[in-house]
Structure formats: C-alpha cells, structure tokens
C-alpha cells in the first residue's frame, strides 16, 4: 500500500524534500500557509553556492567584536533588548567558531556542499528550469591588500581540501569583468564552480510544477494544526483534515519582525560602486537566517516523535542546500542509506 507523507513548508528546503520523497513512491502532499516560494525562498542572491564549504562563523578577534558592538555594520545588526534572550545561542555559536572546531564543523558541512551543484543539475532538468540558471561563478571584491590576501590564503586552502576552484583577480581584471562598477579596489577572487539563479522564487515554482506531475499535490494550510493520530499525523488543510505515517518539517526561519536597518546601509554604500536604477518594489524583500549553534543544518529524524522528521536550519545556504538536503531526508524516511554521511546533522545532536 502507498505510503502518505506530509511536507510542511514549501520553501526551497521543502518542495526539494517531497520531490525527492514523490519519487519514492510516497504520496506527498506539500503544505504552506502561502504559495510555494514566498518567503526566505523567494529573494536571496540566488548563489548556489558551491564554494561555500566553510559556514559563517561569529568574529573571534576582540577588535573585530568591538566593532561589530557598535552596531553600525552592514553584515550585522542586533537589537539591544533582545540580547539576554539570545547570550546563552551567541555563546555557543562564539564557541564552535574557535579555530579548531570550526575546521571539524567545515568538515562535517562540506559534503553536502560539494553535492550542492549536482543535485541542483537534476531537479533543474527535470523541471527544464535551465533558462533560469547562469553557470558563471561570483566575484568577491576587496578594498585593502590585507582582507584580499587574507581570502586568497584561505580559497588556496579550500581549493587543496575541498576542490573549490577560483581565479585570483587584479583590480584590472575586475575593471575588465565589471565596466559599471567604480571604486579603488586592492583585487577580488573569482569563485568558479558557483551557480547563479537568476530568479529564486521562478526556480521553486519549477520545482513545485515538476512536484506535480510525478502526483504530488500542494494545499494550503497551517503547520500549527498538525498534530499526532494513531501512528502518524494529521493536520487540517483548506480541503479538509489529511492523515499521513510522516510528518517533514521544512518551515524555514520563523522570529522576529522585519527590521530592514541592513538593506538601507547596503543600498548606501551599492550606489557608491555600481549604477543601480531605482529600486523596483514598493516594499522590499526581506528574509531571515535560520542559524544554529554549530552552524550546520538539522536533518534528520525528530529524537522523540514517530514519523516526524526535521529540514531546516541552513542559514545562509538554503538554496544551495535544499536539493541534496532533500534527497538524503527522503532516502532516510524511505528506509534508504542516504548517499552522504547525515550523523553530523542529526537533530539528535541538541539532545545527547
Ligand atoms: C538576504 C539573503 C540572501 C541569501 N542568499 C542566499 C544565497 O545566495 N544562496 C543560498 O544558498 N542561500 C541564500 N540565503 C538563504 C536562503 O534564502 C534560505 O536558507 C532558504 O531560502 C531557506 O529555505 P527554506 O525552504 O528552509 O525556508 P523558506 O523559503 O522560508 O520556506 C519555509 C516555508 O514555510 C512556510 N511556513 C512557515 N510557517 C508556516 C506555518 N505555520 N504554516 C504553513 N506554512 C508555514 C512559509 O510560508 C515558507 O514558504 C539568503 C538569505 C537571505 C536572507
């Protein structure tokens, strides 16, 4: 007898997730409370990120802590009050990113980095999305010597480990790639291997058409009304209640409200750089990082329910992730060794 299996969240994670369950013969019905692809989904840089083998860590150097204190950064923006409830998460992210166990945390992470490109490559042409795809890397840019060859170190090292491919730039060269954009530049690194997705929100709607036609049906609904039957799970929908044997949790980044204070420093500096037109939406797109605290994603299945099983938490590589994150989550779910080694992204990890 078929199995039914429930994905809630139909974000790039999840349309991902039960593409990869729909061709294991899973009845899979996908459920979000808005059409796939409008939330975290929907924006990002659209970066496939191939050469992003080594997740974010939190600034060690006191120098850099102070500076970051201030408050006035682009790449970061706190609010004050909500810090005491956050210390005991910042202590422990501050903790993983020492040296050491960052590089333990890099290796663990960078298998499902290294499958990223490839397992894009299947779902992109099975869902002909190719006209959405450019296959020409990224370019990193510096302003000083030192934060350029400080980067090159480190791509030299990647590149010896990981197989990241990439080119060093002159600041001719970049003058040479980029005409439109002005600025003293010290030089860049040209990362190869990345893929650019020209639209994010176009490409998980593809996902989700190519969901369809293997049989699988999207419905809206409420992730809060799931909740335990017999042995499974039942959740009520715009058509009515639905029971299934699993249950995928693939909700994405869920918190605060939007505070876009980032997006208007970095549309400052932008417009210093590179000619950029008006901007195109009345309200702007605005997403969240899920992060956790040792920086990798939670797949796996949940340590105390049945049939429940967990896909998020990738932070800042969502996108580059959500294909090989769903094809080892439906390959555990469906009795299968998953391809890659999941241990290190147990959520098992939380709860010894
Ligand atoms: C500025 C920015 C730039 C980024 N750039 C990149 C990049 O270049 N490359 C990259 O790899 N990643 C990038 N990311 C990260 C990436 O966008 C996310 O990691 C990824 O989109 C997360 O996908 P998701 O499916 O987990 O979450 P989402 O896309 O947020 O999907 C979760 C879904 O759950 C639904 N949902 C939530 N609550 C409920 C509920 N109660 N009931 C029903 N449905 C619910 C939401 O509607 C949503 O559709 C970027 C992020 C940001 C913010």
């Given amino acids: 007898m ?11 994670v999840g349309v991902s997730t039960a593409i990869h369950l729909q061709r294991r013969g899973r009845q899979v019905t996908l459920i979000d409370r808005k059409d796939p692809g409008n939330e975290t989904s929907f924006g990002n840089a659209g970066l496939i990120q191939r050469e992003g083998v080594a997740p974010y860590g939190f600034p060690q150097q006191l120098g850099l802590l102070l500076r970051y204190a201030l408050n006035n950064r ?5 609010h004050l009050r909500t810090l005491p409830s956050q210390i005991a998460f910042l202590a422990r ?4 990113s020492n040296a050491r166990r960052h590089a333990i945390i890099t290796r663990a992470y960078a298998p499902l980095i290294e499958n990223s490109i490839a397992e894009h490559k299947d779902l992109i042409e099975a869902s002909q999305a190719e006209g959405l795809i450019r296959k020409d890397g990224w370019i990193k840019i510096f302003r000083t010597e030192a934060k350029r060859d400080q980067a090159l170190a480190e791509a030299a090292l990647w590149q010896n480990e990981f197989g990241v491919e990439y080119d060093s730039l002159t600041s001719a060269d970049i003058a040479r790639m980029e005409p439109d954009m002005t600025g003293d ?3 860049g690194i040209h990362w190869r291997d990345p893929w650019s997705v020209l639209d994010p929100h176009a490409l998980t709607s593809a996902y989700r058409r190519y969901f369809e036609s293997l049989g699988g049906r999207f419905v809206t609904g409420d992730a809060a009304s799931l909740g335990p039957f017999g042995s499974g799970w039942k959740i009520m929908t715009a058509e009515g209640p639905l029971e299934a044997e699993d249950a995928v949790i693939a909700l994405g980044p869920w918190a605060a409200p939007k505070t876009p204070v980032q997006l208007d420093r970095a549309e400052a500096v932008a417009r210093t750089i590179f000619p950029l037109g008006g901007r195109l939406d009345p309200e702007p797109w605005m997403g969240a990082r899920p992060c956790t605290p040792d920086m990798m994603p939670v797949i796996g299945k949940a340590p105390r329910h049945q049939g429940l099983w967990f896909a998020f938490g990738h932070a800042h590589h969502g996108l580059t992730l959500g294909p090989v994150t769903g094809r080892v989550l439906a390959e555990l779910i469906t009795g299968e060794t998953p391809f890659i080694d999941i241990a290190a992204y147990s959520p098992q990890r939380f709860n010894p």
């Fill in 74 to 78: 682009i790449d970061a923006h706190y």
């Fill in 93 to 96: 992210y501050w903790w993983n």
């Fill in 2 to 12: 078929t199995k039914n299996a429930i994905v809630l969240g139909a974000g790039i």
């Fill in 185 to 187: 530049f010290a030089g």
